[in-house]
């Protein structure tokens, strides 16, 4: 479903979309087609659901909607299960009941970005650090719906040059990186410990470490390199999200595509 921008949306009451296939394409920035995808998910969210509450600069688009629309009491008894403590902070500021899930082990619905999503709705996530709460989330989730601008579509994951980011345990973090860095080293794979902006190692909420992989080509069969990578002591979760989207909400400069898994 491709559709025309009738209106430029920089704020959503500017969001109106025309169906019509004459209207001009108008010119969106990044965020703004973040926002658009982020509204459009949220019109899956009805009133008595648990919602996993995703992170990152799209999902915040999301979480701030659910908000306003708690507020306008177009929304009712909605429980939040937040990816992040970020998340959480914001959800919070914005009165958004919260639970976990050990309270609530099924969730409805979560939303939620993406770094990278290939043809078949796989995902890199956890750029933003907060993979594996994301992962034990949208692990929990009837439906995941991820929302992403068209620039986070690639061929085959890793495509975008971008790193794919694994959740380390501190302890001897080297060791665990150059093990990573083997797995895939015919791939010319380089694994690089992710720093924070003082130069420190970026810490997760979790209290454990990020290794970027930087891989130059395609890795091939996604779920292998995956279980390999799992399989290596140290390694707490990696960012590939294989199978797990039930619906990616892709907005571009000519409208939004939905695509649903098969
Ligand atoms: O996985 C994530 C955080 O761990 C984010 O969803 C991902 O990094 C996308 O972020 P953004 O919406 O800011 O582009």
């Known amino acids: 479903m491709a559709v025309a921008w009738s209106e430029k949306a920089s704020s959503m009451k500017a969001l109106s979309l025309s169906l019509s296939p004459t209207s001009p394409p108008v010119f969106l920035t990044q965020d703004e087609l973040k926002k658009v995808a982020a509204y459009k998910a949220v019109e899956f969210v009805e009133s008595g659901m648990v919602l996993g509450l995703g992170t990152g600069s799209t999902a915040k688009h999301a979480v701030d909607r659910i908000g306003e629309l708690l507020c306008q009491g177009k929304l009712n008894n909605i429980i939040g299960i937040p990816t992040s403590k970020k998340t959480q902070e914001q959800a919070i500021s914005l009165g958004i009941p919260l639970s976990d899930l050990d309270t609530h082990p099924t969730i409805d619905l979560a939303i939620d970005g993406a770094d990278e999503v290939d043809p078949q709705l796989n995902l890199v996530k956890g750029r933003g650090g907060s993979l594996l709460r994301e992962k034990m989330v949208e692990g929990a989730c009837k439906k995941f719906v991820c929302i992403v601008d068209e620039s986070k579509l690639v061929k085959y994951l890793g495509g975008s040059g971008l790193a794919l980011p694994i959740e380390v345990v501190p302890f001897c973090w080297k060791f665990t990186a150059d093990k990573l860095g083997n797995l895939f080293r015919d791939s010319g794979c380089v694994a690089r410990l992710r720093n924070d902006c003082k130069g420190d190692p970026f810490v997760t909420d ?13 890795i091939g069969d996604l779920q292998v390199a995956g279980d390999a990578i799992l399989r290596i002591a140290g390694v707490v979760e990696h960012g590939m999200f294989l199978d797990m989207a039930t619906t990616v909400i892709v907005a571009g400069e000519l409208g939004i595509t939905i695509k649903n898994k098969p």
């Open 206 to 218: 979790n209290g454990n470490y990020i290794v970027d992989l930087f891989l130059k080509k395609d």
